[in-house]
T-cell receptor, first 114, second 113 residues
Framework: ETGVTQSPTHLIKTRGQQVTLRCSSQSGHNTVSWYQQALGQGPQFIFQ???????GRGNFPPRFSGLQFPNYSSELNVNALELDDSALYLC?????????????FGPGTRLTVL | AQSVTQPDIHITVSEGASLELRCNYS??????LFWYVQSPGQGLQLLLK??????LVQGIKGFEAEFKRSQSSFNLRKPSVHWSDAAEYFC???????????FGTGTRLKVLA
C-alpha cells in the first residue's frame, strides 16, 4: 500500500509568480485535504476535495485553488504569490470527507517565496 | 468559533521520565479530538483520536490521552519517554458536521539522554 506522496519536496518562487503543488492520495482514498503550515504554527485548512468536487474551504483567498483528478490525485495552485505564502503545504487523504475519517498526511512541500 | 490551545511551546524531559502535553479546546458540542506527531521533514502521523465513549484513549507508541469535558482538555501522556519521541506534537479538533481539522500551534518536545 502506497502512502500519500507530494511533489516537489522544495520549491523557490518569487513574488507574483504562480505555483502548482501535487499530491497523490493513498490507495483507495477518494478525498484530499490541503493545509498550510507556516513556520512555528499548526496546519491551517485550505480546502478539501471529495470525488473531484470542492467539499469545503477554509479562510484562504481565491488565488488558492485546487483540482482533484479521476484517480483522486490533487493539485494546489497558488497565483500571485506573496511573501506570506512561504510555508509547508501538506496534503492529507482519507476515505470520505467526514471528520471522523482518518486523514493520512504526506511529507509536505516546502515553498519559499522571495 | 472552534479553537485549540497548546499552552506549552517547548517541553524538555529526560529519557525515561513521564510526559504530559496539554491541549485545551473551545467548541460548543462534543468534539472529535486528535493528537498528531510531526518529526523533522515528515508529515503528520496520527497518535490517537477520541470520538466518544471511554474518555481514556490509548494510541500508538505507548501514548494515551484523557478527554475531560469539564476542563475542555485532551492532554497527551506517556509514562516513560524515549529519545525517539523528540518531535513536534499537535492537538486538533473537528466536529461531526464538518470536514476540517483545527490544529493547535504545537508543542516541541526535546528529550535529554
Amino acid at each position: 500500500e502506497t502512502g500519500v506522496t507530494q511533489s516537489p519536496t522544495h520549491l523557490i518562487k518569487t513574488r507574483g509568480q504562480q505555483v502548482t503543488l501535487r499530491c497523490s492520495s493513498q490507495s483507495g482514498h477518494n478525498t484530499v485535504s490541503w493545509y498550510q503550515q507556516a513556520l512555528g504554527q499548526g496546519p491551517q485548512f485550505i480546502f478539501q476535495y471529495y470525488r473531484e468536487e470542492e467539499n469545503g474551504r477554509g479562510n484562504f483567498p481565491p488565488r488558492f485553488s485546487g483540482l482533484q483528478f479521476p484517480n483522486y490525485s490533487s493539485e494546489l495552485n497558488v497565483n500571485a504569490l506573496e511573501l506570506d505564502d512561504s510555508a509547508l503545504y501538506l496534503c492529507a487523504s482519507s476515505l470520505g470527507g467526514a471528520s471522523y475519517n482518518e486523514q493520512f498526511f504526506g511529507p509536505g512541500t516546502r515553498l519559499t517565496v522571495l | 468559533a472552534q479553537s485549540v490551545t497548546q499552552p506549552d511551546i517547548h517541553i524538555t524531559v529526560s529519557e525515561g521520565a513521564s510526559l504530559e502535553l496539554r491541549c485545551n479546546y473551545s467548541y460548543g458540542a462534543t468534539p472529535y479530538l486528535f493528537w498528531y506527531v510531526q518529526s523533522p521533514g515528515q508529515g503528520l502521523q496520527l497518535l490517537l483520536k477520541y470520538f466518544s465513549g471511554d474518555t481514556l484513549v490509548q494510541g500508538i507508541k505507548g501514548f494515551e490521552a484523557e478527554f475531560k469535558r469539564s476542563q475542555s482538555s485532551f492532554n497527551l501522556r506517556k509514562p516513560s519517554v524515549h529519545w525517539s519521541d523528540a518531535a513536534e506534537y499537535f492537538c486538533a479538533v473537528a466536529s461531526s458536521g464538518t470536514y476540517k481539522y483545527i490544529f493547535g500551534t504545537g508543542t516541541r518536545l526535546k528529550v535529554l539522554a
